[in-house]
């Protein structure tokens, strides 16, 4: 933790001595920060998944398929009868269900979580591009931008509701008996399962919270871009397992770390603000990304050798 907060403070001197007075300015700390929340709202779901022992490559595909759904005719239709609530109910449905089917399939069906949701990752996008006719669909319902889009306090509301979902999974994972229980999973499952523990169940619960923050993130996404688009969440989960990976979350399962995550999330979008800065190359952004990932997991290797010896 103390290396994740010195490489975000190594990357703020960065940027500081690079883009002067533009990388400092309230309006550039707050676009990192609303740059943050959909990533970072994705990965705290990703956190539980990989502390279990998985991994989901379906959570951005997901997401753009909740956006979708969310702004059809039908359903931004029935928002206008009723209310914007619809919209959310069906953003979070469709996250959620997406979620629950990945962990059937791995918990029950017996299928490997990469190919599993590697599936999903398709057949979400496809479903995607199917229900939107590969369009852009653009949100019209008022009450739904006036509530999600704009500022609370001088700050954008998707950075507060990336900060509740931050401390509603840290307050999970950490003081609950299902946090406990991600963390038995993950370490061991043959001796949580003797333990008393419903390995099966429990499985399948976490990867439907992945889905359901994915549905949270599409609604981020809409009261950010006030368009629903089959393209939304391209790559989204590689950039949320990047985070949880550098944040500290053995990727072999057994120890996770909300907190990590966050910041995580935070020094891969504060380097993109800074080659954003000063009009560098994003082929070498991603070569620094990479970069950050290998040192990570060699680190974690590196520890858990000590650790055994």
Do not use: C
């Amino acid at each position: 933790m103390v290396g994740l907060v010195l490489a975000l403070v190594l990357l703020i001197v960065i940027g500081t001595i690079t883009a002067g007075d533009r990388f400092l300015s309230v309006p550039n700390m707050l676009v990192i920060l609303q740059q943050a929340a959909v990533i970072g709202v994705i990965s705290v779901g990703m956190t539980f998944v990989i502390t279990a022992g998985g991994i989901d490559l379906s959570v951005g595909s997901v997401m753009g398929l909740a956006t979708v759904w969310a702004t059809t005719w039908a359903t931004q239709n029935m928002a206008g009868q009723f209310h914007w609530i619809v919209m959310v109910g069906t953003a979070l449905a469709v996250g959620a269900a997406a979620g629950l089917v990945n962990g059937v399939l791995i918990a029950y069906g017996r299928v490997v979580a990469f190919i599993a949701t590697l599936a999903m990752l398709v057949a979400a996008r496809g479903l995607a591009e199917v229900i939107s006719g590969r369009q852009t669909q653009i949100v019209t319902d008022q009450g739904f931008i006036s509530t999600f889009r704009g500022n609370l306090l001088g700050v954008p509301k998707i950075v507060w509701m990336f900060a509740i979902v931050a401390v509603i999974g840290w307050f999970v994972l950490n003081r609950t008996t299902f946090g406990r229980r991600t963390l038995a999973v993950g370490g061991n499952p043959e001796a949580a399962r003797l333990a008393g523990i419903n390995v099966k169940r429990h499985t399948m619960w976490v990867f439907a919270i992945a889905g359901l923050t994915a549905g949270v993130a599409a609604i981020m996404m809409l009261a950010r871009t006030t368009a629903g688009s089959s393209s939304h969440g391209s790559l989204y989960e590689l950039d949320a397992i990047a985070a949880v990976v550098i944040g500290g979350t053995l990727l072999a399962g057994g120890r996770g770390t909300i907190v990590g995550t966050v910041i995580g999330v935070l020094v891969f979008q504060t380097l993109t603000n800074v080659f954003v800065q000063n009009n560098l190359d994003s082929s070498v952004q991603a070569v620094a990304k990479g970069a950050i990932i290998v040192a990570a997991v060699l680190l974690q290797q590196r520890f858990a050798t000590v650790r055994r010896t």
